[in-house]
């Protein structure tokens, strides 16, 4: 199949959703257990939303794989080309996107409307491919088959990302910026090893200019340096304007992982700014990548700002339904990002 990229566009925002919408859930990566999977399933229908979950997601392959490598891939090609599918939702991450990414047919997915695609961590791989194949803003957000979409802060943030972008226009930093600074450019990235396993493969280029989001699980503070040394060595973290942390959960002990950041980050002469509360941590907020954003680090614990120049998606034609939304409007929007 097709692997030609998308000529270069501004990253197109996808509509927002509104209540009948249909959505598909699929499974890119690992087995998803099927309590969880049906629990997430009841939570967005309680949103009004129709759920369909694709052929094979209840498939597995390797005892690490959900489902063969073309099941899986056929699944998410179908669910994104289907213009009656609203959004395409994964259901956990683990390991498989990356054997998916050569069996798509990217011609067909650029051929089609955008539309959110939701999840994070080993699904950092399509948000990487969608953003350089396909120009197209996509939510590195909870879920559907995991415990962060029974978490009520993470499930009401995606929920209003993905009714009523207009109220979602500011992204929290609850500690200290290890380097203050100002920068805006398009967030991007995700999961650290995600993005270091993905260099050296044709099509691969440096976020140039980018906001720069990193977040991790599970690495000890040695295997982290070597993934930051990675991606420094190919110029991934010297091509960003600014340097956003997410949480590092579970990545060893704090101050020697606090040390290794600091070794690692400070001295690339750009902003770097700490606690967004995204990621494998308890609260998993939805960060829009493709969106331009301003960040503003500042030294002292929750005085950085990171604003987003527009809403993560786009409104939709007609009479929009946001009753499924109830939290007020964030303060004041930001003016758009200079180019």
């Known amino acids: 199949m097709s692997t030609a990229r998308a000529k270069a566009a501004p990253p197109r925002r996808p509509p927002a959703l509104r209540a009948g919408d249909r959505v598909a859930v699929v499974a890119p990566a690992g087995p998803v257990a099927p309590g969880p999977l049906d ?23 390797l005892g690490h794989l959900a489902g ?11 669910a ?25 047919d990217w011609r067909a997915l650029a051929a089609a409307a955008p539309k959110p695609l939701v999840g994070f961590s080993d699904v950092t791989e399509l948000h990487r491919l969608f953003a350089a194949r396909l120009g197209v803003v996509t939510l590195h957000g909870p879920m ?3 415990e962060a979409f029974a978490e009520p ?15 979602v226009r500011e992204l929290p930093l609850r500690a200290p910026a290890p380097v203050p600074g100002r920068a805006a450019g398009v967030l991007a990235g995700g999961n650290a090893s995600l993005l270091a396993s993905s260099l050296g493969v044709p099509g691969f280029e440096p976020p140039d200019g980018c906001l720069l989001f990193l ?29 956003v942390l997410g949480d590092f959960t579970d990545c060893g002990e704090p101050a020697a992982l606090a040390e290794v950041l600091h070794d690692r980050l400070s001295g690339l ?25 301003e960040l503003t680090a500042r030294a002292g614990p929750g005085a950085s700002t990171l604003l987003l120049a527009r809403p993560p998606l786009a409104p939709r034609t007609g009479v929009e339904d946001h009753s499924a939304v109830t939290h007020r409007t964030d303060r004041k929007a930001a003016e758009p990002c200079a180019s």
């Open 269 to 293: 002469g750009v902003p770097v700014a700490a606690g967004l509360p995204a990621g494998h941590g308890d609260v998993q907020l939805t960060v829009p990548l493709g969106v331009r954003a």
């Open 80 to 104: 994104w080309t289907d213009p009656g599918v609203a959004a395409v939702l994964c259901a956990r991450g683990g390991y498989g996107c990356q054997r998916t990414a050569d069996l798509l």
């Open 153 to 167: 802060q993470s499930l009401e943030h995606l929920r209003r990302v993905l009714f009523a972008p207009e109220t």
């Open 68 to 78: 063969e490598d073309a099941g899986r891939a056929a699944d998410l090609q179908a």
């Open 39 to 61: 629990r997430g399933v009841a939570l967005l229908e309680s949103w009004g939303l129709r759920v369909s979950v694709m052929p094979h997601v209840a498939d597995s392959h």
């Open 144 to 146: 559907v088959a995991t």
């Open 215 to 243: 977040e991790e699980t599970g690495e000890e503070p040695y295997r982290l340096d070597r993934i930051l040394t990675q991606l420094r060595r190919a110029g991934v973290l010297g091509a960003a304007a600014g340097i």
